[in-house]
């Protein structure tokens, strides 16, 4: 029965980039991130060919296997990382999405739409409040400006990958 261990990575490929994965993961944790899946992401990011394991990450962060678990499952709702399994192997593995970020905006473009029209109502209902009413409108064209803005910045990416792979 195989077990979860490293021994099938290839040694010349693994745990390659550790200290600016690391660093990369402090970064996101400043930004905002919880530091174990901010550690797991850029781990994946930094992985070889095919992934990890999950005891091969564990290895990879000198971590539990629960920890490993918990950021990995948050990573999985996200659609930043993808469990794949092998044909005729037991463990999964773990893989970064390709542009799983472009994904994310572009999946969120709605919910700030719809934050705008919430925020426009708030505003509306404090007709008789003025720094109410200017902080909510504020904020709603905001989102609005987000959306247009982000919608932009998606497609120029993709431009700019077209006229990079051709």
Do not use: C, K
């Amino acid at each position: 029965m195989p077990d979860d261990s490293t021994d099938d990575l290839d040694p010349a490929s693994a745990h390659r980039a550790v200290e600016p994965a690391e660093q990369a993961a402090a970064m996101m944790t400043a930004a905002g991130m919880a530091r174990m899946p901010a550690r797991v992401m850029m781990a994946l990011v930094a992985a070889p060919e095919g992934g990890y394991t999950a005891a091969e990450l564990s290895e990879r962060l000198g971590v539990s296997a629960a920890a490993v678990s918990g950021a990995v499952r948050y990573l999985q709702q996200l659609h930043f990382i993808q469990r794949r399994s092998r044909p005729g192997d037991r463990r999964d593995r773990y893989e970064f999405v390709h542009d799983p970020f472009v994904s994310s905006i572009v999946g969120n473009l709605p919910v700030y739409s719809r934050l705008s029209e919430y925020i426009d109502d708030i505003a509306a209902e404090h007709a008789d409040d003025q720094g109410a009413h200017d902080r909510a409108r504020e904020l709603a064209e905001f989102f609005r400006f987000l959306s247009t803005r982000m919608l932009q910045i998606v497609e120029d990416w993709r431009a700019q990958r077209r006229d990079i792979t051709g």
